[in-house]
């Protein structure tokens, strides 16, 4: 099993800058993908980016391309979500995400095995 937390999370206001981390323990070496998805009140859990085991490939979700970057540093078991140009609905609790998957599948929350608790990002207008 992948234990994952997250951490990050806060209030920021419209155009501002976040930083997500996503700590992974455990039997990592299982999981090939691992991803960012996020959940607004009253939502659907809704994939926000994914990235493989090695970092080459990288997947977005049309609403955050060009403002998101996912990255991971395997050496610290630890993946990261850079979060620019924030707008307001951006707001959710934001989850990562690990799983052993073809990369077609990364967009797909079903898929994934293990989960963090979440982190809050609140973005004010």
């Known amino acids: 099993q992948v234990q994952l937390v997250e951490s990050g999370g806060g209030l920021v206001q419209a155009g501002g800058s976040l930083k997500l981390s996503c700590a992974a323990s455990?039997?990592?070496?299982?999981?090939?993908?691992m991803g960012w998805f996020r959940q607004a009140p009253g939502k659907e859990r809704e994939f926000v980016a994914a990235?493989?085991?090695?970092?080459?490939?990288?997947y977005y979700a049309d609403s955050v391309k060009g403002r998101f970057t996912i990255s991971r540093d395997n050496a610290k078991n630890t993946m990261y979500l850079q979060m620019n140009s924030l707008k307001p609905d951006d707001t959710a609790t934001y989850y990562c995400?690990?799983?052993?998957?073809?990369?077609?599948?990364?967009?797909?929350?079903?898929?994934?095995?293990?989960w963090g608790q979440g982190t809050q990002v609140t973005v004010s207008s």
């Open positions: 990235i493989s085991w090695g970092g080459l490939s990288t």
């Open positions: 995400a690990a799983g052993r998957m073809p990369a077609a599948w990364a967009t797909i929350k079903d898929k994934y095995d293990a």
């Open positions: 455990g039997r990592t070496g299982n999981s090939n993908i």
